[in-house]
């Protein structure tokens, strides 16, 4: 196995943190292929050189997941060439940003990173902010890129007013629904944040009236971002929150950089509502404005240096 400081993940039995660690591995600056080889070989290394055929059903289990990554990302968003056993950077990071950045995010927060730490990485730079106007700007995608319209409302604000009250008086006055925000909103506490509301995206007629595809979304980056299924009621937030918001209520959407395995794909949209993986999130193929995908790429770009050998 090449020289590398990507630390294998500690969960040697999940295919998917497998995989993960063999897309860092092909991202390394020096754009060498990664190949199935490096899972077997440290695979065999934790089971002290000992045969074990169930080695070589987990390393058949990560080519699996390579493959469905590169059908769901798709071929123009996946950074990756994978042959069944190698698999292979294509282009330079710039050309996969969405892609790239929530791999890396997801990795990094995965080995144990912190929020300082994920900051610190680039000056002036919060990927976990910057994760949440990239899931802006894929929703917006996802609605019908023109039309279609979001906000990215989740605290702390810089697209719109820090208080709570006064950001979700602008979200009324741009949504054109809900009314107006009761009287509560304007008195909330500063600590009030977001309520769990990170994304507000939709879709206008251009009557401008009610009744139309409006999305509230969250976006989780953490290692317990299962944790945030049912944190967010799109109907109670409405209900508590704004005086005159009428059916339907806004789709629920869950944004995180990272992958789901085939359970959670079954069980987890249940409570989550539309379920957005990194490979989705790529797919779309979000339009980034030039300051946002200049931040991605130099915070990704940071992250590989920091690994590489």
């Not at 990664?34 to 045969?51: I, K, M």
């Not at 990560?62 to 059908?71: D, P, Q, T, W, Y």
């Not at 769901?72 to 698999?87: K, R």
Request: charged content about 25%; proline content about 7%; some cysteine.
């Amino acid at each position: 196995m090449r020289g590398s400081q990507v630390a294998a993940p500690v969960e040697l039995s999940d295919p998917i943190a497998l995989a993960d660690w063999v897309e860092m591995l092909a991202l390394q600056p020096r754009r060498l292929p990664a190949n199935l080889g490096d899972v077997d070989q440290v695979l065999r290394q934790a089971a002290g050189g000992y045969e074990d055929e169930g080695i070589d059903n987990r390393v058949d289990q990560v080519a699996a997941e390579l493959e469905k990554r590169s059908v769901a990302a798709g071929p123009q968003a996946y950074p990756f060439d994978f042959d069944g056993d190698l698999l292979r950077r294509r282009d330079p990071v710039d050309a996969h940003v969405p892609y790239a950045f929530c791999a890396c995010l997801s990795f990094a927060v995965g080995q144990g990173w912190n929020s300082a730490g994920l900051d610190g990485l680039v000056r002036d730079t919060h990927p976990r902010r910057d994760f949440e106007r990239l899931c802006r700007a894929a929703a917006v995608a996802y609605l019908g890129a023109g039309p279609a319209a979001a906000l990215r409302f989740g605290s702390p604000r810089d697209d719109l007013p820090a208080p709570f009250g006064q950001a979700l008086a602008e979200v009324v006055r741009q949504l054109r629904e809900g009314g107006a925000c009761r009287e509560e909103a304007y008195g909330a506490s500063p600590g009030t944040g977001d309520e769990g509301l990170d994304i507000i995206a939709w879709r206008p007629f251009y009557d401008t009236q009610r009744s139309k595809l409006v999305m509230f979304g969250q976006c989780a980056t953490g290692r317990g971002w299962q944790d945030k299924l049912t944190e967010l009621s799109p109907s109670a937030f409405c209900q508590n929150w704004l005086s005159d918001y009428r059916e339907p209520w806004p789709v629920k959407g869950l944004f995180v950089p990272h992958r789901l395995t085939d359970r959670q794909w079954l069980l987890h949209p249940t409570h989550a509502g539309i379920v957005f993986d990194r490979c989705r999130i790529a797919a779309l193929e979000p339009v980034l404005d030039g300051r946002l995908r200049g931040r991605l790429v130099r915070w990704t770009n940071a992250l590989l240096a920091r690994l590489a050998p």
